[in-house]
């Protein structure tokens, strides 16, 4: 997969293209990018998507965005794996935001970014004051020369298939119904670092990842797998929050300890499914008070795995 930063000022061939910021990269998602790809194998056009970042949402009012689902990375690595040939990624910034709608479809959409074919969703709106929608590229495709085409939103079980639903699920802990709506785990991916080693001071080492923002989706203790390490996903279990124990005020950290497991991680690049919520994340009166509910937490996430029924309520009695 080709990934482009900026905008061209002139295409080098027609393409089909798709517009969003695919952030998690769920269901809906999945059948844009499934029409898309019929689309441009019919037509023999590269398939492209454009997304932004940072988000929109991010630049006009940060402290009220929703917390995002995939870093650059993880969206584009989801991307790639949906058979996607092109990502432009677009600098959201002021002078972006200030672009009409007329000026969106004709020097970026049309002359920079070669589209013969378009696919938007239902809702899709664009240009400054979010002043373009479907109606507006409709009438311009057939005077600028090029197909467009807007997308049903997709529901499952009653409920609209969107970024907004899956935050709304892991906030809440059920991660059954986020897997629904992504087709997969959630997951977050990232590097491995030092940490301050306190894992393996109370006899449950951890390995520390690297997460790119500081406002999670979800917060917690998880059973979880960790690809990356070997052939197959490993089980484990994963604490993510602001250790409320260790330090008061502290960023979100998330730390997996894999079972049996005594390999140096240091700097592997690794993905954590996130398949249950055990339980909340506490603070505890003490250090020995910790390390007995983590050894819980290692025996929950064991029982889950194999099978058993875990109550998700289950705390330590502080």
């Not at 092109?86 to 959201?92: E, L, M, Q, S």
């Not at 950290?253 to 140096?264: A, P, Q, R, S």
């Given at each position: 997969m080709r990934i482009s930063r900026g905008l061209p000022a002139a295409a080098d061939g027609p393409t089909a293209f798709t517009i969003g910021n695919f952030d998690g990269v769920h269901l809906g998602h999945e059948a844009m990018l499934d029409e898309l790809l019929r689309a441009a194998r019919r037509l023999a056009f590269p398939a492209c998507v454009l997304s932004f970042e940072p988000h929109p949402r991010e630049f006009f009012a940060p402290d009220k965005a929703p917390t995002r689902l995939t870093s650059l990375r993880e969206k584009l690595e989801l991307l790639a794996a949906c058979g996607v040939d092109?990502?432009?990624?677009?600098?959201?910034n002021y002078g972006f935001a200030q672009i009409t709608a007329e000026e969106f479809i004709e020097r970026v959409l049309v002359r920079g970014l070669g589209a013969r074919w378009v696919l938007v969703g239902d809702d899709f709106r664009f240009g400054a004051r979010r002043a373009g929608d479907f109606t507006m590229l409709r009438q311009a495709a057939s005077r600028l020369g090029f197909e467009v085409q807007a997308l049903p939103s997709v529901t499952l079980g009653g409920e609209r298939v969107s970024s907004t639903a899956v935050r709304g699920a892991l906030a809440a802990g059920e991660l059954a119904r986020?897997?629904?709506?992504?087709?997969?785990?959630?997951?977050?991916s990232g590097r491995v670092v030092r940490g301050d080693g306190l894992g393996?001071?109370?006899g449950f080492p951890t390995a520390n990842v690297q997460m790119k923002h500081n406002r999670p989706p979800l917060t917690g203790i998880f059973a979880v797998?960790?690809?990356g390490v070997a052939e197959r996903p490993l089980p484990g279990v994963a604490s993510l929050g602001v250790r409320p124990t260790i330090r008061a005020g502290g960023a979100p950290?998330?730390?997996?300890?894999?079972?049996?497991?005594?390999?140096?991680l240091?700097?592997?690049h690794v993905r954590i499914d996130f398949h249950r919520k055990l339980r909340d994340e506490e603070k505890c009166a003490d250090l020995?008070?910790?390390?007995?509910?983590i050894a819980r937490d290692v025996e929950d996430a064991k029982a889950f795995f194999n099978g058993q029924d875990v109550k998700t309520s289950r705390t330590a009695n502080l």
């Open positions: 092109r990502v432009h990624i677009c600098r959201f986020a897997r629904e709506l992504l087709g997969r785990p959630y997951s977050i393996r001071t109370l797998t960790v690809g950290v998330l730390e997996v300890h894999l079972f049996d497991f005594n390999e140096d240091y700097r592997r020995t008070t910790l390390t007995r509910q």
